[in-house]
């Protein structure tokens, strides 16, 4: 089993075996702040801090067995009745997270519903930017709290690049969030990902509930062959190549609909999966990108990779 999982169970555990979805993610956000190195990482989103791993863990963790087939959280036992399973879950963690844990407890053990909302609103009131429900739990004051955690809107137009190789999703998701992205253009072949979160139809209704476009655009990608035995710079610069005489020259439809998008919606990313700009072919095409749109509209257009 996955550590991080343990610590779900062993959280759970704390909470008498059982907590509704939104509380356990809550109660999950503030027991990972208390760690040197969270085991989970949170984006603000319609209820607060949110993170899918989390969630998808728990669909895990029911898959396994350890929790009921239901959809909240609660611990079955009969792995445990079986003798398959130590009790408590909190011994098998580290003892660092055990008084992490501990402490927790104390803190907050016994806070459900509006008023964990609060602690954990007032306390990181950035988490709070998205929520659809701040204004039923904070007062006045506090919500100018949290109006004041917004970032003020940046200018456009800006290009970006960003790659989710040994990303987090919920990190990649707030680096899109940290540059007010509102488009983000997949230019992979095929988007699909043993990654969690980074195929295609996850990452759409992701961006959905950040306000953020997902459009593919199968046809500006390379194929997954094509990539094969890169090894050296050379290799990678002859793809690339290969990559500009092919597809940007004779693929410029796909080309100008993302130029209309930065003219429409300012802010636009183009996402692969590599983490390195110049291992990926995200960089030739912003380059293209780029000089279109400068041919047509005078305004300066930056590129920044993520």
Not at 77 to 92: C, R
Not at 258 to 274: G, M, P, S, Y
């Amino acid at each position: 089993m996955f550590y991080r999982r343990r610590l779900l169970l062993a959280l759970l555990e704390s909470l008498d075996g059982e907590a509704n979805l939104r509380d356990f993610q809550k109660h999950a956000f503030l027991l990972t702040r208390g760690q040197s190195r969270p085991s989970y990482d949170f984006i603000p989103y319609r209820c607060g801090c949110y993170s899918f791993t989390l969630e998808a863990d728990r669909k895990a963790l029911i898959h396994h067995g350890w929790l009921c087939d239901r959809s909240d959280w609660v611990l079955d036992n009969k792995l445990l009745l079986a003798g398959q399973a130590s009790n408590p879950h909190s011994a098998l963690l580290t003892s660092d997270d055990q008084t992490t844990l501990e402490l927790h407890t104390q803190r907050w053990g016994t806070l459900r519903g509006s008023q964990l909302v609060r602690e954990v609103y007032t306390r990181y009131p950035f988490f709070a930017t998205r929520s659809e429900v701040a204004d039923q739990h904070l007062s006045r004051a506090e919500l100018l709290k949290v109006h004041e955690c917004k970032p003020a809107p940046m200018p456009g137009p800006a290009l970006f690049t960003i790659g989710y190789q040994s990303k987090s999703f919920e990190s990649y998701l707030q680096q899109l969030i940290n540059s007010q992205v509102n488009v983000l253009c997949d230019v992979r072949r095929n988007p699909t990902s043993r990654k969690m979160g980074f195929s295609g139809g996850p990452m759409r209704r992701a961006l959905n509930g950040l306000g953020i476009e997902y459009r593919h655009f199968p046809h500006l990608g390379i194929a997954s062959d094509a990539r094969r035995n890169l090894q050296t710079p050379s290799d990678y610069e002859q793809l690339f190549a290969e990559y500009h005489q092919t597809t940007l020259q004779t693929n410029a439809t796909d080309q100008r609909a993302i130029v209309q998008l930065l003219a429409q919606h300012k802010r636009v990313a183009l996402t692969c999966f590599e983490l390195e700009p110049h291992q990926c072919h995200r960089s030739s095409l912003a380059k293209a990108i780029i000089r279109i749109f400068t041919c047509q509209d005078p305004q300066s257009l930056t590129c920044n990779d993520l």
